[in-house]
């Protein structure tokens, strides 16, 4: 604008003093730069009010607008939006106030969709109810909780009382060696510890002799079981089905075999029966805290006196009143504590009864019975280890019936 200007001037200075040029004419020649000069000077000032904001929107770098939760209308547009500037304080300024169409106009991004979890698996149900139970430390040589003990159960005398039973023995320690392959294929960090669990004393649905409606299993056919556990590296349980006897009585018998570091116990409530004197079979029975403590003393004492490393106690239960008092239940460092979860059915009324009746009262180790006949009789599919895992806490114990 200046050079343009001075060489107006130029021009008319040489135009002036031209020789042919009249005063009259060098007068309105001289007047006439000015009178050109001013619509000049006033476009370069309205120039210059303009050049900051101008040069301000160019160094404020485009954003480009989302068309997600866009009217039509907004999505077709592709102008690009500019962010608002900051003040001096570097707080951002403050974005006019929305009006009701603008607050109708934006949606909520829509929640994460909630884990749907199964009966027994869901973690957070687990929590509420206490899991992990505090507990005290393992004692060195504790099977618990750093194997998975797979086990199948029975009676050899019997090929309806469980696997152990049912098949052959070579047969039988075949096919527990299978399933415990299975375990630690699914969960490498738990190897597996395999077992047989013996039931060593059967309820009857007689009297019998002593009018206990329990058969107590001769010495010689447990010794035979136990040798079987040998021979397959397992270690063996006895479990106690009491009739209308007492656990007091009938426990204290078993020391020739629990003084063993390899023999373990389970005791089962169902066949508890001795306050209801119902005969076995026709009621469920039921063990009380105390009952159980009783038991898991016993163990205690055996441990501390043959110095052994601690023993593992098994307590079925598939109903509420299975067992009473649960939270009475004394833990011990020298006694494991698992809670089986033994009840039959379609995976859904397994699951069902993991969370109502292990899952909602804390003990201190869960586990999970799986019935190869029961489970499975109106068409339903055996539960893998892969699904039993999913349940929360997971089951540190497995039987096979």
Same mark, same amino acid.
């Given at each position: 604008? #200046?050079?343009?200007?001075?060489?107006?001037?130029?021009?008319?200075?040489?135009?002036?003093?031209?020789?042919?040029?009249?005063?009259?004419?060098?007068?309105?020649?001289?007047?006439?730069?000015?009178?050109?000069?001013?619509?000049?000077?006033?476009?370069?000032?309205?120039?210059?009010?303009?050049?900051?904001?101008?040069?301000?929107?160019?160094?404020?770098?485009?954003?480009?607008?989302?068309?997600?939760?866009?009217?039509?209308?907004?999505?077709?547009?592709?102008?690009?939006?500019?962010?608002?500037?900051?003040?001096?304080?570097?707080?951002?300024?403050?974005?006019?106030?929305?009006?009701?169409?603008?607050?109708?106009?934006?949606?909520?991004?829509?929640?994460?969709?909630?884990?749907?979890?199964?009966?027994?698996?869901?973690?957070?149900?687990?929590?509420?109810?206490?899991?992990?139970?505090?507990?005290?430390?393992?004692?060195?040589?504790?099977?618990?909780?750093?194997?998975?003990?797979?086990?199948?159960?029975?009676?050899?005398?019997?090929?309806?009382?469980?696997?152990?039973?049912?098949?052959?023995?070579?047969?039988?320690?075949?096919?527990?060696?299978?399933?415990?392959?299975?375990?630690?294929?699914?969960?490498?960090?738990?190897?597996?510890?395999?077992?047989?669990?013996?039931?060593?004393?059967?309820?009857?649905?007689?009297?019998?002799?002593?009018?206990?409606?329990?058969?107590?299993?001769?010495?010689? #056919?447990?010794?035979?079981?136990?040798?079987?556990?040998?021979?397959?590296?397992?270690?063996?349980?006895?479990?106690?089905?009491?009739?209308?006897?007492?656990?007091?009585? #009938?426990?204290?018998?078993?020391?020739?075999?629990?003084?063993?570091?390899?023999?373990?116990?389970?005791?089962?409530?169902?066949?508890?029966?001795?306050?209801?004197?119902?005969?076995?079979?026709?009621?469920?029975?039921?063990?009380?805290?105390?009952?159980?403590?009783?038991?898991?003393?016993?163990?205690?004492?055996?441990?501390?006196?043959?110095?052994?490393?601690?023993?593992?106690?098994?307590?079925?239960?598939?109903?509420?009143?299975?067992?009473?008092?649960?939270?009475?239940?004394?833990?011990?460092?020298?006694?494991?504590?698992?809670?089986?979860?033994?009840?039959?059915?379609?995976?859904?009324?397994?699951?069902?009864?993991?969370?109502?009746?292990?899952?909602?009262?804390?003990?201190?180790?869960?586990?999970?019975?799986?019935?190869?006949?029961?489970?499975?009789?109106?068409?339903?599919?055996?539960?893998?280890?892969?699904?039993?895992?999913?349940?929360?806490?997971?089951?540190?114990?497995?039987?096979?019936?």
């Amino acid at each position: 604008m #200046v050079s343009i200007f001075r060489t107006i001037i130029l021009s008319m200075e040489f135009f002036v003093k031209h020789p042919s040029i009249s005063p009259a004419h060098r007068t309105l020649t001289r007047i006439l730069p000015a009178l050109l000069a001013l619509p000049l000077c006033l476009a370069a000032c309205s120039d210059s009010k303009r050049q900051p904001a101008a040069q301000a929107q160019a160094a404020t770098p485009p954003v480009t607008a989302p068309i997600a939760n866009m009217s039509s209308a907004t999505k077709t547009a592709s102008a690009p939006v500019y962010a608002p500037a900051t003040t001096a304080t570097n707080k951002p300024a403050q974005a006019p106030a929305k009006t009701g169409k603008d607050k109708a106009a934006v949606k909520e991004a829509p929640a994460a969709p909630k884990v749907k979890f199964n009966a027994g698996e869901d973690p957070e149900f687990a929590k509420t109810c206490g899991w992990p139970v505090k507990c005290p430390e393992p004692l060195p040589g504790s099977i618990l909780p750093g194997k998975r003990i797979v086990a199948y159960y029975g009676n050899p005398k019997s090929k309806k009382m469980g696997a152990l039973g049912e098949y052959p023995k070579d047969d039988m320690l075949r096919r527990l060696k299978g399933e415990a392959a299975k375990w630690e294929k699914a969960d490498p960090s738990h190897p597996v510890q395999p077992a047989l669990h013996l039931i060593a004393v059967v309820a009857q649905g007689e009297p019998g002799k002593a009018g206990k409606y329990r058969m107590i299993m001769p010495d010689a #056919v447990v010794n035979e079981v136990y040798g079987w556990a040998k021979q397959a590296n397992a270690i063996l349980f006895i479990d106690i089905q009491t009739g209308h006897d007492d656990i007091r009585t #009938v426990l204290p018998r078993f020391e020739w075999l629990l003084k063993n570091p390899d023999v373990h116990l389970g005791i089962d409530p169902e066949f508890n029966l001795i306050k209801s004197r119902k005969i076995p079979g026709t009621k469920i029975g039921t063990y009380d805290a105390a009952d159980i403590n009783y038991a898991s003393g016993f163990l205690k004492d055996l441990v501390k006196k043959y110095n052994l490393p601690p023993k593992v106690m098994i307590v079925h239960r598939f109903t509420r009143n299975g067992v009473t008092n649960a939270r009475h239940i004394a833990l011990r460092p020298e006694v494991q504590m698992v809670m089986n979860m033994d009840g039959w059915g379609a995976p859904w009324l397994k699951r069902d009864s993991y969370k109502d009746y292990v899952v909602a009262e804390p003990v201190q180790y869960t586990g999970f019975k799986l019935f190869y006949h029961n489970d499975t009789k109106k068409g339903d599919a055996l539960l893998t280890p892969q699904e039993v895992l999913k349940l929360n806490p997971k089951p540190i114990y497995i039987q096979y019936q």
